[in-house]
C-alpha cells in the first residue's frame, strides 16, 4: 500500500481545525441559498452518489445537528434511500451558484413519512413521499479550487447543448430496443409535467 503521507504535505492547521460536529450560522446560511447538493451513499452494491435540486433553502435545518431533505420526484430507481437502509451513512456537498466554496456535511441518514415533517417540505403543491433525516456528524467549509479549475461558474465555460447527445439518444445507444426520438419525447414530458 501506498504510503500517502510521502506525496503530500501535511494539511494546513487552517484545513485540520476547520471541521465542526454541529451547523454553525455560516453552514445554516449556505444551506438557505443552496438549490443543489449530491449525496454520497453506500449499500449492499457499494458507492453511490445522487444529485438534489430545489429551490433555495429546499432542505431544511431543523436545529445544529439536523437537516430534513425532501426526496422530490425522480426515477424511482430508490438508489439513495435503498443504500439509507442498509448503511445509514452519508455525505453532503452543497452548492450555490456564483460561489466557488461548497459545504461538506458527513452524518447518519434515516427515512421519514411521518407527515407532520413532509408537510412543510411540499413543493408547487406536492408534498413528497420521503424524506431525509440527517443527524450531523461533521461538517466543514472545503476551498474553492476544484470550482476555479473548473471555471463551473463562469458562462464561457457552458457547453452549447448540440455539443452532447440528448439523454434519449444516449439511452438508444447504450439499450437495445430503446427508440431515442420516443425516449426523448418521454423525458421532455416528463421534465414539463412530473417535475414534481
Keep these: 500500500m501506498t504510503d500517502l503521507s510521502q506525496l ?7 484545513a485540520r481545525y476547520k471541521q465542526l460536529a454541529h451547523l ?11 438549490p443543489f447538493l449530491v449525496i454520497a451513499s453506500g449499500g449492499v452494491d457499494g458507492a453511490d452518489c445522487s ?4 429551490a433555495p433553502g429546499f432542505v431544511q435545518v431543523l436545529d445544529a445537528h439536523t437537516l430534513l431533505i ?18 445509514p451513512e452519508i455525505g453532503l456537498l452543497f452548492f450555490v451558484p456564483g460561489i466557488n466554496e461548497t459545504l461538506r456535511v458527513n452524518g447518519r441518514a434515516e427515512i421519514v413519512t411521518d407527515a407532520a415533517l413532509l408537510a412543510p417540505l411540499a413543493a408547487q403543491g406536492k408534498i413528497p413521499g420521503s424524506a431525509l433525516r440527517v443527524t450531523v456528524t461533521q461538517m466543514y467549509f472545503h476551498c474553492g479550487k476544484a470550482l476555479l479549475r473548473s471555471k463551473l461558474w463562469q458562462p ?7 455539443a ?4 434519449g439518444r444516449v439511452i438508444a445507444d447504450q439499450v ?12 421532455e414530458e416528463s421534465y414539463k409535467n412530473r417535475l414534481y
Aim: overall charge negative; cysteine-free.
Design 8 to 14: 503530500y504535505e501535511p494539511p494546513s492547521d487552517l
Design 24 to 34: 454553525d450560522d455560516h453552514a445554516r446560511n449556505f444551506i438557505a441559498l443552496s
Design 51 to 54: 444529485p438534489r435540486g430545489d
Design 70 to 87: 425532501p426526496d422530490r420526484r425522480g426515477n424511482n430507481r430508490l438508489d439513495t434511500l435503498q443504500n439509507v437502509q442498509a448503511r
Design 156 to 162: 464561457e465555460s457552458q457547453v452549447t447543448r448540440s
Design 164 to 167: 452532447f447527445p440528448s439523454l
Design 176 to 187: 437495445q430496443g430503446v427508440d431515442g426520438a420516443q425516449a426523448d419525447i418521454y423525458l
